[in-house]
């Protein structure tokens, strides 16, 4: 007996069936992202916990998100399984995200960020240089989309303190024709 509702016969409640995807969500409720994004994990730890039966081990992904045209996002996903903590970094990672200034494929000026030990410079480069940057510095910009950048990482290589002092000089950027207006305002005020 065909139940109503239920086109094909079978059971299994509400919501199965041809009509389960109509909104274009995913299966857990998830938005569809719209604009295809760049994911990219920069470093997986594991940490071996020593319990009475042996260790246990988890895993801590560093995943950087951007959609290669001025957003730009991490995050640290944990979990007892690697592509747990992958999936867990992108959706923190996706929820972070905000706008870089740029100018004509670089950053818009010159600047020194630093998060705790670690110290990035970051120079704007003509078009044509390329992306000189190393490890966790070049997933975050290419993640945003920055195509000519000069940079160097001074003091502690720690991945995480990299990517978070290069998001902080990524934030500090200030398109500087809107900068110029800004100050222009206030002079005439």
Known sequence: MVQPGNRDGRGGGR??????NRRGRGRRGEEDDGPE???KV???NRVAKVVKGGRR??????????????????GMGRANEVPEAIRKGGVIARRSMFKVAMRQGTI????????KASKIVMRAAAPGTGLIA?????????????????????????????VRATLNGLRQLQDPARARARRLARVSS
Not at 15 to 20: E, P, V, W
Not at 108 to 115: G, K, M, P, R, T
């Open 15 to 20: 919501g199965r069936g041809r009509d389960q």
């Open 37 to 39: 994004l760049i994911e």
């Open 42 to 44: 920069v470093y997986i």
């Open 57 to 74: 081990f988890s895993f801590t992904a560093i995943v950087v998100v951007g959609d290669g045209k001025g957003r730009v996002g991490f």
């Open 108 to 115: 818009a000026h010159d600047l020194i960020a630093e998060y």
């Open 134 to 162: 190393g490890g966790a510095v070049r997933a975050v910009m290419e993640a945003a989309g920055v195509t000519d950048v000069l940079t160097k990482s001074l003091g502690s290589n720690n991945p995480i303190n990299v």
